[in-house]
């Protein structure tokens, strides 16, 4: 779970370094994707390890990247960061995507009761 997470924190962190480099300054509208994209990294976090549900952490990637992008697009229209982070929240997602839920430690079998 952790693997999926640290993915999630470097995509917050990319947004904010891109908002801050396509014009040298962190606008109103670039603060607001920097906490969407750490709500990312936050609910990829807290969304458990179901097996059934192999796909929750991405699509919570996949819709909050989206939200992201729809911050930018609709306060400003498009310009050079909303690409950025449409670029960094697509890598996001498909980061999350790639990194395989859970975590390669398996818990030793219980003890066998002596007879």
Same mark, same amino acid.
């Given at each position: ?5 640290? /993915?999630? @924190?470097?995509? $917050? &962190? #990319?947004? !904010?370094?891109?908002?801050?480099? +396509?014009? %040298?300054?962190? *606008?109103?509208?670039?603060? /607001?994707? @920097?906490?969407? $994209? &750490? #709500?990312? !990294?936050?609910?990829?976090?807290? +969304?458990? %390890?179901?097996? *059934? ?5 991405? @699509?919570?990637a ?20 909303d ?33």
């Open positions: 779970m952790i693997k999926k997470f640290l /993915v999630a @924190v470097a995509g $917050a &962190v #990319a947004v !904010a370094v891109a908002g801050a480099l +396509t014009d %040298n300054q962190v *606008t109103t509208v670039e603060a /607001v994707q @920097v906490v969407i $994209a &750490v #709500a990312t !990294a936050a609910q990829v976090w807290v +969304t458990t %390890n179901v097996p *059934t549900l192999t796909w929750a952490k991405t @699509v919570t996949v819709l909050l990247g989206v939200t992201n992008v729809l911050v930018g697009v609709i306060a400003d229209g498009i310009s050079a960061a690409v950025a982070v449409l670029i960094v929240a697509a890598f996001t997602a498909a980061g999350v995507y790639a990194v395989p839920n859970g975590s390669t430690h398996r818990p030793a079998p219980p003890a066998q009761p002596a007879i």
